[in-house]
């Protein structure tokens, strides 16, 4: 498997590791969103003493607007996360004269 396999298979992992633990075992309700975000992201995201965050976070990925996250709204997130994270190398490279 390559890099990028093992990556795409880790994703689907880890969302499947949180969602339906409650209901739908295939989409991450308020709670579980809230546990994979502590316990995943916790890096990007910072620690969040904001309890309206999680509810923020819920309602831009919910685009069905069904009160859940499925796969597909999941994977926006870690996408805007990933190219944010691509920005900021980048920026940090050519301000250190690497690139």
């Known amino acids: 498997m390559s890099d990028l396999e093992g990556c795409m ?7 499947h590791a949180y969602s339906g633990k409650e209901g739908d075992k295939y989409k991450l309700n ?3 969103l809230k546990e994979l975000l502590t316990n995943e992201l916790s890096g990007f995201l910072g620690s ?3 309890a309206a965050a999680v509810d923020k976070v819920m309602k831009d990925l919910d685009s069905n607007k069904d009160g859940e996250v499925d796969f ?3 994977i926006i997130l870690v996408a805007a996360l990933t190219v944010a994270c691509s ?3 980048k920026e940090y490279l050519e301000s ?3 690139i």
């Not at 880790?10 to 969302?15: P, R, Y």
Request: charged fraction near 30%.
């Open 9 to 15: 298979t880790t994703l689907i992992a880890v969302f």
């Open 30 to 32: 308020k709670g579980e």
């Open 48 to 50: 969040q003493k904001d």
């Open 72 to 74: 597909q709204e999941f």
């Open 87 to 89: 920005d900021f190398f």
């Open 96 to 98: 250190s004269g690497k």
